[in-house]
């Protein structure tokens, strides 16, 4: 079956960056885009952007472009998200999805 | 960027109750609507896909409908597990836009 899981929980200070692996299995991972959602304390999704899991290629939202790098590893089968300049306002949960499957997400907290 | 509005924010409903949740494009996004619930705690899953198609597994108490502008989703008849957060999300064009969310209750 398919399942992606995503690494724990992250804490960090302001300034810092922080990066989230999502590790696929159950489906061929090079077929299809993984994209990254996050959510903040209490707020709705946002959607961050999208890796092409085969080329490599991205889609990033304008608000994060600068900030936010998507890699993947096909050998491991494993999409990266990191997130550099972290502030107060980037503590959320971070998903990583196939769109019709979806990580368990990571709580990244960013505190002095 | 486009955006995708929702109403209501909120509605409380009893079971066995018909909800509709309307979401509205900011320009024509053809089918290009899925539809998530989130569960308090949990990842979204997807409900709906290309407007009007259900994800498997998804019970038949749940469609969409719409094109272009309007989309719509129906709980043809609410159930004490449905308690949760819906969202659209259009995948049109990048970057792809959620509305803000409705969240239902049960009465």
């Known amino acids: 079956q398919v399942q992606l899981v995503q690494s724990g929980a992250e804490v960090k200070k302001p300034g810092a960056s922080v990066k989230v692996s999502c590790k696929a299995s159950g489906y061929t991972f090079t077929g299809y885009f993984l994209h990254w959602v996050r959510q903040a304390p209490g707020q709705g999704l946002e959607w961050m952007g999208r890796v092409n899991s085969n080329s490599g290629g991205t889609n990033i939202a304008q608000q994060f472009q600068g900030r936010v790098t998507l890699t993947r590893d096909t050998s491991i089968s494993t999409a990266y998200m990191e997130l550099t300049s972290l502030t107060s306002d980037d503590t959320a949960v971070y998903y990583c999805?196939?769109?019709?499957?979806w990580g368990q997400g990571t709580r990244v907290t960013v505190s002095s | 960027d486009i955006q995708m509005t929702q109403s209501p924010s909120s509605l409380s409903a009893s079971v066995g109750d018909r909800v509709t949740i309307t979401c509205r494009a900011s320009?024509?996004?053809?089918?290009?609507l899925e539809w998530y619930q989130q569960k308090p705690g949990k990842a979204p899953q997807r409900l709906i896909f290309g407007a009007s198609s259900l994800q498997s597994g998804v019970p038949s108490r749940f469609s969409g409908t719409g094109s272009g502008t309007e989309f719509t989703l129906t709980i043809s008849s609410l159930q004490p597990e449905d308690l949760a957060t819906y969202y659209c999300?259009?995948?049109?064009?990048?970057?792809?836009?959620f509305g803000q969310g409705t969240k239902v209750d049960i009465k």
């Open positions: 999805t196939r769109v019709d499957h």
């Open positions: 999300l259009q995948d049109h064009i990048y970057p792809w836009t």
């Open positions: 320009q024509g996004i053809g089918s290009d």
